[in-house]
């Protein structure tokens, strides 16, 4: 069974510019989460789709970022602009049915 | 709210055991625990849920103390491969949307 997928995989951008990181979940699974991991932290959860649908985005700063699951399968996570602060893992992670989260490679993202 | 685990981080010769703690202020439903390697992904490891079903790896147990809200991985003859971050993520009642809050990890070190 193929895993979470994740472009790409390292970011450097420069303060201000936009980026956009894309994720292609496991086969079956109708929940998708977008987290931000910042060194030495657990992963933080920005938000999360249940089919194409956002079930929660409580945590996500919409005035920057955004993200979109068109037709209930990948999706795509952008920034616009970047901040410093910004520097972090991306990690995807989609849901099987009944059991536990799995992660994809994550977007090592810099920022400038 | 974020779970908090101790210790913060261990370091064990190849065979010795360790036990990690996660402890949350809130009543859980489930807690999943997950290992990281540096520059790689969570790993799934072991899912406890309310009511004492558990799935998992095999060289792994865990306890979860629903009266306590906490949570305990056991690490029993532990080999080089264990090193990394050990993470637990708490889930706080079921909702049918599956939402992890992540620790704030242990680093475990395995030496020769």
């Known amino acids: 069974e193929a895993g979470v997928a994740q472009s790409p995989r390292y970011k450097i951008i420069e303060k201000r510019q936009s980026v956009a990181f894309w994720c292609n979940p496991i086969?079956?699974?109708?929940?998708l989460y977008w987290y931000q991991q910042i060194l030495g932290q657990g992963p933080k959860l920005l938000i999360q789709?249940?089919?194409?649908?956002?079930?929660?985005d409580s945590q996500l700063p919409k005035d920057r970022f955004s993200a979109e699951r068109l037709k209930g399968v990948d999706s795509t996570l952008k920034i616009q602009p970047a901040k410093l602060e910004d520097s972090a893992v991306y990690l995807c992670?989609?849901?099987?049915?009944?059991?536990?989260?799995?992660f994809g490679p994550g977007t090592r993202l810099l920022v400038l | 709210q974020q779970p908090v685990q101790s210790p913060q981080a261990v370091i064990l010769r190849e065979g010795e055991d360790a036990v990690i703690n996660c402890s949350s202020s809130k009543a859980l439903y489930s807690v999943h625990w997950y290992r990281q390697k540096h520059g790689e992904a969570p790993v799934f490891l072991m899912i406890l849920l309310k009511g004492g079903e558990q799935k998992g790896h095999e060289k792994i147990s865990a306890s979860f103390n629903e009266k306590k809200q906490q949570s305990s991985l056991y690490l029993t003859a532990s080999q080089l491969s264990y090193s990394g971050t050990y993470f637990c993520?708490?889930?706080?009642?079921?909702?049918?949307?599956?939402?992890?809050?992540f620790g704030t990890g242990t680093r475990l070190l395995v030496s020769p």
């Open positions: 086969s079956g699974h109708a929940t």
């Open positions: 992670a989609s849901r099987d049915p009944g059991e536990t989260q799995y």
């Open positions: 789709f249940q089919n194409n649908g956002v079930v929660d």
């Open positions: 993520g708490t889930e706080v009642g079921y909702t049918g949307f599956q939402k992890l809050v």
